[in-house]
């Protein structure tokens, strides 16, 4: 196999789709401890992209904000969509994590 396919190797895991860059030269308890400190990093960075998701959608939505071409169409249900998708992102790396 050349170093380029393995600098690309795209596997498929379950539902998601990992890069093995790094991976296949390390050794077990490297490749372990690697992909536990990616998964934690990953849950921290969701977890605060959920929260400030949550925090913005709820400014948005207490001051009515409005979008500035309609004088009508609220900005919070838009907003939301942060706020559900990390909360999804959350539990993606939590059950990946278990």
Sequence with gaps: MSLSSRLVGFWLRGEHVAVDL???YLGTKQKY???????????VYSLILTWQGGVYA????THHSEFPVTTWLPVWP?????????VFLCVAFYHDHL
């Excluded at 401890?33 to 849950?43: M, V």
């Excluded at 709820?58 to 939505?61: D, V």
């Design 78 to 86: 838009a907003v939301s969509i942060i706020f559900f998708g990390s």
């Design 58 to 61: 709820l400014r948005e939505f």
């Design 33 to 43: 401890y690697l992909t536990l400190i990616t998964r934690i990093l990953g849950l």
């Design 22 to 24: 790094l991976l296949t």
